[in-house]
């Protein structure tokens, strides 16, 4: 099994930034795409980023420009930079990813419990 924690969270200032971190641990074989979702109160869960396991990102309009993911291959960890917060970005962010514990397995999904993200003056 593969377990997600996500760190980094908390109360920031708008334009104001704050960098999360998401720490996969367990036995891993492989990860393959790594994202970042939120969701804020009262909304759908919505998609920010994806990171493939070569770098390749990609990002929501709402956040392009923004908000930076990378990822740590040898830590098994996914960063999320987030600059020029707005309040409209205040929500819980969780960590995705698809990883595999053995060669042969299929790669599952997985997810993490979130970190709070507040944008306020």
């Known amino acids: 099994q593969v377990q997600l924690v996500e760190s980094g969270g908390g109360l920031v200032q708008p334009g104001g930034s704050l960098r999360l971190s998401c720490a996969a641990s367990?036995?891993?074989?492989?990860?393959?795409?790594m994202n970042w979702y939120r969701q804020a109160p009262g909304k759908e869960r919505e998609w920010v980023a994806t990171?493939?396991?070569?770098?390749?990102?990609n990002y929501a309009e709402s956040v392009k420009g923004r908000f930076t993911i990378s990822r740590d291959n040898a830590k098994n960890t996914a960063y999320l930079q987030m600059n020029s917060l707005k309040p409209e970005d205040t929500a819980d962010y969780y960590c995705?990813?698809?990883?595999?514990?053995?060669?042969?397995?299929?790669?599952?999904?997985?997810w993490g419990k979130g970190t709070l993200v507040t944008v306020s003056a």
């Open positions: 367990g036995r891993i074989f492989s990860i393959n795409v």
């Open positions: 995705n990813a698809q990883a595999r514990s053995w060669a042969t397995n299929p790669y599952g999904n997985y």
């Open positions: 990171i493939t396991s070569g770098g390749t990102t």
